[in-house]
């Protein structure tokens, strides 16, 4: 058996000092320092052998994150790990302590196809770090090769030449990284993703400085409306790219597990994309889709047949599969407005789930590290708005 731990980490903007991210937004020296810090520790808080990071600005930052880690578990082992003169140095509790340093993983970076590093309208990107490594060479998925053309089919009885209208999707709002990590006897297809938020998209008139609904002193609220609805509908589009690169993945029979920042909760439409379909419990009572009389309907064997297509396609929650084996009953990883929400996953192929008689392995546990999540009546505010404004996710495997 081989056990590894996989974690989802939203840094919250990281990028070096003295850099303009967003518009007369950055970090001084010492701001950096602090955020670095507290980063290091965190990482060494949940020492996961996978780590999927979002709001990447620069690898070069997170880097240097990774070399304080590094710095700090030898200190850590130093003072906690006994050396093999000691008589006591096999028991198993040091095996337990010792954090190994991400001094031999890999990283792989996906910088955003929209930065280009002008200062205040730098756009973040994702990164993957494994100490497993990878796989051949992780992809890239954010300019689509073929533009997505989705269709609206007209209303009924507005049938004939009617233009129902379209969307188009040519780039995703920020890029999925897809890696295959390999894991004892096993390769996982991992994918980390940023999915647009939830911020409305407002469209600027040629030559105004600003969008009209960005000025709040004349608030438009049918407007505003709009831009939240073009932010759900890219969104919902980017999770569809995303699915059908997991379902290419499953077709082929490679155990999956998608992380990131859905910036939606794992009920939501975006994330019903990705996941997949629930099964009916039986499709044998449901009208046939060619049906000729009310009595046609699906046979048993269709029903068999039906219920596996689904189940073999279908995405499952870690966070869903937790709490159902546990007494606790709430997860969250984003506050704001004194809303308490999951908008960060990792969802896993059937391969890992309890019930599946061909389950290749199983999650043993799961971890939320939210308690930096604040009202700002923490000890360290406000310098905790340095830290993360997500709490990290982590999922404790077991590989048969």
């Known amino acids: 058996m081989t056990d590894f731990t996989i974690a989802s980490f939203n840094v919250k903007n990281l990028i070096g000092a003295d850099k303009e991210y967003y518009e007369f937004q950055t970090y001084t020296p010492e701001e950096f320092a602090w955020k670095q810090d507290w980063l290091a520790d965190q990482l060494l808080t949940m020492d996961a052998d996978i780590v999927g990071f979002q709001e990447i600005f620069e690898e070069e930052a997170l880097k240097g994150v990774i070399d304080e880690f590094n710095t700090r578990a030898k200190v850590h082992n130093d003072a906690k790990i006994p050396d093999k003169s000691k008589r006591y140095h096999k028991k198993v509790i040091f095996r337990k302590l010792r954090i190994d340093p991400y001094d031999t993983a890999a990283i792989a970076f996906a910088p955003n196809a929209a930065d280009e590093g002008i200062p205040g309208q730098r756009r973040p990107g994702v990164a993957i770090l494994s ?19 989705i269709p609206f089919p007209p209303l009924r009885g507005m049938e ?41 998209e407002f469209i600027k008139p040629q030559g105004a400085p600003f969008a009209p609904e960005e000025d709040l002193t004349q608030y438009d609220a049918v407007s505003r409306a709009l831009g939240s609805m073009r932010s759900a509908v890219r969104r919902m589009a980017e999770a569809w790219v995303l699915r059908r690169e997991v379902v290419h993945e499953l077709n082929a029979g490679n155990p999956v597990m998608v992380l990131g920042d859905f910036n939606d909760g794992e009920d939501a439409v975006s994330s019903e994309i990705i ?22 309907r699906y046979s048993d064997v269709e029903n068999t047949q039906i219920t596996e297509a689904v189940n073999a396609m279908q995405l499952h929650s870690a966070e869903k599969l937790f709490v159902r084996n546990s007494l606790r009953d709430m997860v969250f990883t ?15 192929s059937r391969h890992f789930h309890p019930d599946f008689a061909s ?31 997500h709490g990290q996710i982590m999922a404790h495997m077991t590989l048969f």
């Open 334 to 348: 984003s506050v704001f407005g004194g809303v308490f929400e999951s908008i960060d996953q990792i969802f896993m």
């Open 160 to 200: 004939g030449s009617q233009d129902a209208g379209h969307y188009r999707l040519k780039r995703l709002s920020r890029p999925i990284l897809k890696a295959r990590i390999p894991i004892g006897n096993q390769t996982i297809t991992v994918f980390n993703c940023h999915l647009k938020s939830k911020l409305g």
């Open 359 to 389: 389950r290749i392995g199983e999650m043993t546990y799961f971890n939320a590290f939210n308690d930096h999540l604040t009202d700002g009546s923490h000890t360290e505010a406000p310098y905790n708005k340095l830290a993360s404004d």
């Open 275 to 296: 996941t997949g379909e629930t099964p009916f419990k039986n499709y044998a009572w449901m009208q046939r889709h060619d049906a000729k009389q009310k009595s046609d």
């Open 131 to 149: 100490r497993f490594g990878f796989a051949g060479t992780p992809e890239i998925i954010q300019d689509l090769k073929e533009p997505l053309n």
